[in-house]
């Protein structure tokens, strides 16, 4: 028996009898962190960070069936230990270390080494089996440096201003909007949030996040009240009758994807900014060697060709099947926003 | 190469066509006389001869980037393009050049004569010197396939703006065998003359009737011919040469042996405009058939027996040393029929007007294209000028209805370029018996929208995986749409297809309810 298996229901440590990121109902479930393909509905039990808390009970609607721990507090369930550790994904976000007998795992959820001047920084866990996703795991994907992106961001912004055009940014409505709310030149004007974002926002603010002001997109609002504004919306809005109240406007996606210019080319965007809360090439191969792990279990993105480079690297590597999208989902229409919005 | 760069970058950064022509002249205002003329050739599709074949590029790239064979090809069927893959996996330059978009075009140039191990050293230095967009831009240049969205006629007219002259005289000017290694920028856009005898003339590109025929007014004002399907093109006769010139501005003179007649048939200064067809006992053969000579290097007596090839005239675009494109078309047809009538010849087609006086008489005489072996009627209005590229108003191409069929979907692969990364290759069986037998591709006709979710459900459904194919649960039934139908020893079914591409997505249709191959069997014997 392994100390955590790969089930239908999703990964599952039968010693404790609990599941991590399930996609089944099941009893007692450990959420690495709120986005909606790792904390889904339906489970009895609910166990997370306490930063990640506020956004998973609002999400899923929980009452009293959720509880939650600091980083680096150990919780014991049928004499198995397991502690949340910093992901860097996004606030709150957290890596799950399951311990028992001297035996340590490690699920990583999603997460990404460059500090994003936001969320907890992401910290390397030693243990024996090291659980890692993949969603950018081809040599391709380097991400530039944070700063230079935002440079990039505060020039167009100030190009659509000088063309007269409404700059909107689209981004995930969970962490992707709240790291270019933290990180762009607020001083340049005024900063305008679609609806599922400010609701997103103000659960950060409550947690005492200090972000600038955003003025929420109302439906009454003219183009006039937008003049020269920052617009940041989900990616779903990409397309919908809501951005047309902005016309004439330049349209930039915030996302990993955007470093491939098909991609960029395929979304008919006017601008690609290479953002992204996961992982690249290089980070990835810095954390699974930091974790000093020698079994690796690879999960969504590119897991298969993943596995086999580290598998060539001499660790004993292996592909698994989840139901994890990663950013997958934030190029095929965000499932995760539509939630959100309702 | 900067500034060059930066132009790559501002015409990939939008869809609008006025800003790329705002993006053009601005480069074209600041760039080195040189690297204009470059700029010019590089965008029409007229790029150096490669001097380093693809593979190697990939395989030194490789290895400076410290990566296994396999992964690289992994990364490039995911990026959908070999120069970017190759740009991306390298690493960060030790150094940042900035020598022109001549000097680069040189320098690849320059490598020609050299032995692989000097080809490979001096690519590698490249690689040290150049970063980000540069080296992409570098990467395109020995690989060709410069896709930036910007067509003949939006550089033209930046060109036009640029150098205040007016469209259509640059359109002609940018036309036929130039090259800036033997011109320069003045000679060909700002000199009246050409020592060129070759120019082609820019063709005249007809849109798909939008609407009703009845739109298009009084029908005694248009002349109507059949659609015909074979390759656009020009046959100049100029000081005694032959030239001919296919729509894709490629000299393709020596394909097509027969045409040498021309020599014959028209005086000196002739330009005419029609199609290349094979032609057999007074009908046009199928597609299939002059397939099967652009294909050829050689081109056999035997070949020549069995699919000679007419040239099906349809206009005069010079006439006496003179360009008479600003005659109207009623006399330009006047002049064409009476050159078809002195010298009565196999190789010189004339393609018929229809006879009609209403709309419904045409539209009947519509419904007899397939017997003509052609695709639906053009209609053109009579006193029209011969105009450049593709625009609306006077020619209207009126095409008849597509074949369809039903069939399952069961292998997909993912595409190139804007499509790189997505399943959008599609490849389509029909029933024989209980057996599923795939009988042609298609990657066109789905929406954006369309194409995510079928990507998405190939992502879940795929059952067996073969490089950068996947085979998928037969359970996706789709329309698709064909314009021709001829028999085939190349294919498993015994059947290719013309112009196959997607006509919706049935999703009403279980897959026990596709067509089968004895349908297409069917079709073959009515219509191949």
Redesign the interface.
Known sequence: MNLLEFTAKGIYCPAADVYLDPWQPVKKALITHGHSDHARWGHEQYLCTTPAEPIIKHRLQLTDNIQSVAFGETVMINGVQFSFHPAGHIPGSAQIRVELNGEVWVFSGDYKLQHDGLSEPFEPVRCHAFITESTFG?????WPSQADVFDEVNRWWRKSQEEGKVAVLAGYALGKSQRILKNVDATLGKIMVHGAIETVTNIFREQGMILPPTVRVLPEMKRADFEGALVICPPSAIGSPWLRKFEPFSLGIASGWM????????R?A??GFVLSDHADWRELNQAVRETGAEKVFVTHG?SE?FA??LT?HGLDAREVKTQYEGELSE???ATEDKALEA | MKRFAQLFTELDQTTKTLDKIKALVSYFEVAATQDRIWTIAILSHRRPRRTVSAGYLGTWATERAGLPMWLFEESYSVVGDLAETISLVLPEPDERSDETLTFWINFIKSLEPMSIEEKKEKINWAWHRLGGVDRFVFNKLITGGFRVGVSQQLMVKALAKYARVKENVIAHRLMGNWSPETTTYETLVLTEDTQDISRPYPFYLAYALEGTVEELGDPTEWQAERKWDGIRGQVIVRNGELFVWSRGEELVTDKYPEYAAFLELLPNGTALDGEILPFRDGLPLSFNHLQTRIGRKSITSKLLQEVPVAFVAYDVLEWEGADVRSWPLTTRREKLEALAATKPHPVLQLSPTINFSTWDQLREARTHSREYRSEGIMLKRKDSIYRDGRRRGDWWKWKIDPFTIDAVMIYAMSGHGRRANLYTDYTFAVWSGDQLVPFTKAYSGLTDEEIREVDRWVKQNTTERFGPVRSVKPELVFEIAFEGIAKSTRHKSGIALRFPRIHRWRKDKAVAEANTLQDLQQLLNTHG
């Open positions: 081809l040599p391709v994907y380097s470093g491939l210019r098909g991609t960029r080319r395929r008919g006017d601008r590119y060709i086999r480079w060539e190029m095929a229409e």
